[in-house]
């Protein structure tokens, strides 16, 4: 969702309808859970009171959305979710176009190598090409994390204009992901200008302990970032400078190649 399109309250949309809103509330509500949700905390996570949470969830049972255990009335996210991030990535044009290059890309680089999408004040992984160690949230496409920590992210707000991107830390929650994680303003867009300046970003156990990125920004046609590809290692086989200096020109090449293809 577009920055434009998150700034209009909601209230003040004649084509909003609250139902369907509210609907996604319960969906949503599975983020802030480690599994099934009883029928009260599926109230309370979601903000809605329990009678309206009963009918929405009892919909989104039917349609397929929700799975319910019949033994213990607890709710969990049914398949028909999947069939929505399928849809979306065998549609989406960046990503039919960068899995190829992301393929290659790990081939080359023996390291793991992944797309993100720009939403906002976030990243979102969309392509995962896996290598020889991992961990089980790092190969899970679909994963949330903050632009403000990650070296995508930096690469992304480096391709903004600096005001646009102030604007997007001044929205985020700067809380830290690991011990590692520079949550500083001044701090971050020094990061940010830093990848102005080489093209890509480098990240040092800021969103998981033990990893290392280098990221580098997808552009569209007008020149704005969309996405931006990594690479991830262990800093256990790689010094910062070392695997900046080896793969930042690789992940700034591919991720310019594909802006040249959107």
Wanted: hydrophobic share 45%.
């Amino acid at each position: 969702m577009s920055i434009e399109r998150r700034a209009k309250p909601l209230r003040d949309d004649p084509l909003h309808v609250a139902s369907v809103a509210k609907a996604f509330q319960v969906l949503d509500a599975f983020g802030h859970a480690n599994g099934a949700l009883s029928l009260a905390e599926l109230a309370t996570l979601s903000g809605l009171d329990k009678s309206a949470t009963q009918r929405f969830a009892h919909t989104l049972w039917r349609l397929g959305y929700l799975d319910k255990d019949e033994r213990t009335r607890r709710f969990s996210l049914g398949r028909r979710v999947l069939d929505a991030a399928f849809n979306f990535l065998r549609s989406n044009a960046l990503v039919e176009r960068a899995t190829p290059a992301l393929i290659e890309l790990r081939q080359a680089c023996g390291e793991r190598a992944n797309l993100s999408l720009h939403d906002d004040t976030t990243m979102i992984y969309a392509i995962r090409q896996q290598t020889k160690r991992e961990y089980f949230a790092g190969s899970l496409i679909g994963r949330r994390i903050p632009v403000f920590c990650t070296a995508g992210g930096r690469a992304v707000l480096s391709r903004l204009p600096e005001d646009d991107a102030s604007s997007i830390l001044a929205r985020s929650d700067l809380s830290p992901l690991t011990g590692r994680t520079i949550c500083d303003p001044t701090l971050i867009m020094a990061k940010v200008r830093a990848a102005a300046t080489d093209g890509f970003a480098l990240a040092v156990e800021e969103t998981a302990p033990g990893e290392i990125t280098v990221g580098a920004a997808v552009t569209d046609v007008a020149g704005r970032p969309v996405a931006a590809v990594h690479i991830a290692a262990s800093v256990a086989d790689w010094p910062p400078s070392a695997f900046a200096e080896r793969f930042g020109p690789l992940v700034a090449e591919a991720a310019w190649s594909l802006s040249q293809r959107l």
